[in-house]
């Protein structure tokens, strides 16, 4: 695989420390949630980047089906939970409205985006990721 970007963040007291990239363009305090402390947790950052690169990766999954769309919203639900076996795992339900499809043709879309999609390769096979495809 060639690598055309890479970037690095540093988090200190895990889930109610502090956490930033090391290019300093974001930094965040850290808390547990339910603690009442302010500040972000990890699920909330993974779904915002999930849900930033679906729809950017949808405009490429287009392309490859010669399907053309007006818009797309993607919102991404991610939960924590414990496993059977004591560990901890993700749970995660990805929304994606598209407008300008029919609805068969938008859960294709949505379909081959998530084969597209880092994100969404990272978490295959790992993670619970369900699809809930609406036209607008």
Do not use: W
């Amino acid at each position: 695989m060639k690598i055309f970007y890479k970037t690095r963040a540093t988090a200190t007291g895990g889930r109610a420390g502090h956490t930033q990239l090391d290019d300093e363009t974001l930094a965040l305090d850290l808390a547990v949630p339910g603690s009442g402390k302010e500040g972000t947790n990890p699920e909330q950052l993974f779904a915002l980047g999930y849900a930033a690169c679906f729809d950017n990766a949808l405009p490429f999954a287009a392309k490859q089906l010669d399907m053309e769309y007006s818009s797309s919203k993607t919102s991404v639900e991610v939960g924590i939970g414990i496993l059977s076996s004591g560990g901890y795992a993700l749970d995660i339900d990805l929304y994606v409205e598209i407008t300008g499809l029919s609805q068969e043709d938008a859960e294709k879309l949505v379909a081959a985006t998530h084969k597209t999609c880092p994100y969404s390769n990272a978490t295959r096979g790992n993670v619970d990721v369900r699809l809930h495809t609406t036209v607008a």
